[in-house]
């Protein structure tokens, strides 16, 4: 008996929903030349990388956040058996994180068969903590853009400063903007933590994140106000003003 790719996707997504995750429906858009060469740009960032440190010198930065989630589909679509390039993470966890992060995190390892380190704490304790315990890191992949805090006058690769650990950053989605991010996401049917269709444009800790008020609207077949999903944000400004303190992050170590 065959099974049509339809009722595949519909156990595909009954599966990802009931753990958590939110699988976004099917949807056909022309396709985007724009974003097209933007992931090339993003390739490109990280087969320079590849070239100049082993395989075992590289970590990713990732929280289950919807920036790095596209990094690390990236990463994972170049990965190959000829590469020899595992797949390593470092997580630094909040205080306080949200249940359904931690879970959107736990099925990206099972995902992406991802080998993950788990700190907790602040960031640049977790990174001295990580090159103590491994000298050989020598470079971290963040998902930071160029709109979020202090990410103005990035570029593609550069050293950490301000008395971080020593690392390389590389941040292959530096121009990327915020709907990019939910087109690449979207347009590849990704799951991602169900809580940005929950109204979170941002999600940090659970005592410092709120839902966005700017996706608050009146549901006409509810017939009550409800929050709109996080793609649906009209002016990108305003992504983090659901954190408290708007999520101001340094990125001279990383983002999360």
Not at 237 to 256: C, E
Request: glycine fraction near 6%; charged fraction near 25%.
């Amino acid at each position: 008996m065959k099974l049509t790719s339809q009722f595949l996707y519909k156990v595909c997504r009954h599966y990802h929903t009931s753990r958590g995750l939110y699988v976004p429906t099917v949807e056909k858009s022309e396709s985007n030349d724009q974003l097209r060469h933007k992931l090339e740009h993003s390739e490109e960032v990280i087969k320079r990388a590849m070239t100049l440190y082993k395989p075992n010198e590289m970590m990713l930065s990732f929280n289950g956040g919807k920036d790095c989630t596209v990094l690390l589909d990236i990463l994972a679509r170049m990965t190959s058996p000829t590469t020899s390039m595992p797949l390593e993470a470092v997580y630094v966890k909040s205080a306080n994180p949200f249940e359904e992060l931690e879970t959107f995190v736990d099925d990206s390892v099972q995902r992406y068969g991802l080998q993950l380190r788990i700190y907790q704490g602040a960031l640049k304790v977790a990174f001295e903590q990580l090159i103590a315990e491994d000298s050989q890191v020598k470079a971290i992949f963040l998902g930071c853009r160029r709109s979020d805090p202090e990410g103005f006058d990035l570029c593609d690769m550069a050293p950490t400063n301000n008395g971080w650990p020593a690392m390389m950053r590389i941040f292959p989605l530096l121009e990327w903007s915020y709907h990019d991010i939910w087109s690449y996401l979207r347009s590849k049917n990704l799951p991602y933590c169900c809580l940005y269709d929950r109204g979170y444009t941002s999600i940090g800790d659970r005592s410092s994140t709120r839902l966005n008020p700017n996706l608050l609207s009146y549901d006409e077949k509810l017939g009550k106000m409800t929050y709109r999903a996080a793609y649906e944000l009209e002016d990108v400004r305003l992504k983090r003003i659901n954190r408290d303190g708007h999520g101001q992050v340094a990125v001279s170590g990383t983002k999360q």
